[in-house]
């Protein structure tokens, strides 16, 4: 049996997306469009191929064989034209990034500069992270990458950029620079960044001690951080990288934090599948390049 390789397109679009919507959108075309297409390899193929249920659209076992013989006879066509058509001197492509918002304060400026050099019209949509739902847009393609301190399943093709560290960063008074102990840390007044700005480090319990810090001020906007540290005399526990931004623009200073608090690292995230299109290769080099440390 031939089958329309067109066909085989809309289908391993709803398979990633879940959404005969999220599949049009994709493909550029219209919702009725992707339904005609779908029914005509139903009928092909004898068989419902997805189930509409509360989660999307759930794929049915000829689905679930189909799809990794769909999945990479496409990719391996599209490999074959994107190597010919991708330049990133005069590419028009826009790319979505899920960021953090330490990510967007740290990362971004200096991947934009890089951009402004190389790609001057290549363009980048900043996505909020969200950890408990980056793994399935990346599955999905609904973003292209993501910059992120978490430990992703194996579905997830992950490269650490960088090793960090939280410090503690306030107004100290004098040249206060010896790192704090627990104690020092207990009697401190903290704002702290909400769980929903994405970050893990959002301290509020003191490692092996089991104590909780005094936090009098929660947000979700790292830009509220610096005025507020400063003015109400408050400290903040971030990754090194912020705290640099914070004495350079703020003059506030940081000092280490016992060693009971872990280093973590943080990785590049992206579709975990076998190909990788021109354009999106050139970007998780970019990215690489720009941001990581050498290793």
Do not use: K
């Not at 980056?134 to 950029?161: K, N, Y």
């Amino acid at each position: 049996m031939a089958l329309d390789l067109d066909l085989l397109r809309v289908f391993v679009e709803v398979f990633d997306r879940g959404s005969l919507t999220r599949a049009a959108i994709t493909l550029r075309v219209t919702q009725p469009s992707v339904s005609y297409s779908l029914t005509r390899l139903r009928r092909e193929l004898a068989d419902p191929l997805f189930i509409r249920s509360a989660q999307g659209m759930e794929p049915t076992p000829r689905a679930l064989d189909l799809y990794p013989v769909a999945r990479s006879a496409i990719d391996q066509i599209d490999a074959v034209v994107d190597r010919s058509r991708f330049d990133p001197a005069t590419a028009t492509t826009r790319f979505r990034l899920a960021l953090t918002d330490m990510g967007e304060s740290a990362l971004l400026p200096p991947l934009l500069e890089r951009l402004s050099q190389t790609a001057p019209h290549i363009g980048i949509d900043v996505v909020p992270m969200d950890a408990d739902y980056v793994e399935r847009w990346l599955l999905r393609g609904e973003v292209d990458a993501a910059i992120a301190s978490i430990v992703p399943s194996s579905r997830v093709a992950s490269t650490v950029l960088f090793d960090e560290r939280y410090v503690c960063v306030a107004d100290w008074p004098g040249e206060a620079r010896t790192p704090l102990t627990a104690a020092e840390l207990s009697a401190l007044r903290f704002a702290a960044l909400d769980s929903t700005a994405g970050h893990p480090g959002a301290v509020t319990v003191l490692p092996d001690h089991g104590a909780s810090l005094d936090v009098v001020l929660r947000t979700a906007h790292l830009s509220t951080l610096p005025e507020a540290i400063r003015r109400g005399r408050l400290a903040a526990i971030v990754p090194s990288r912020i705290a640099s931004g914070f004495e350079q623009r703020w003059g506030l200073s940081m000092r280490e934090l016992p060693p009971s608090f872990a280093s973590f690292q943080v990785r590049l995230l992206s579709n975990g599948s076998d190909y990788v299109s021109a354009a999106r290769r050139w970007l998780l080099e970019t990215v690489t390049e720009t941001i990581g440390d050498p290793r």
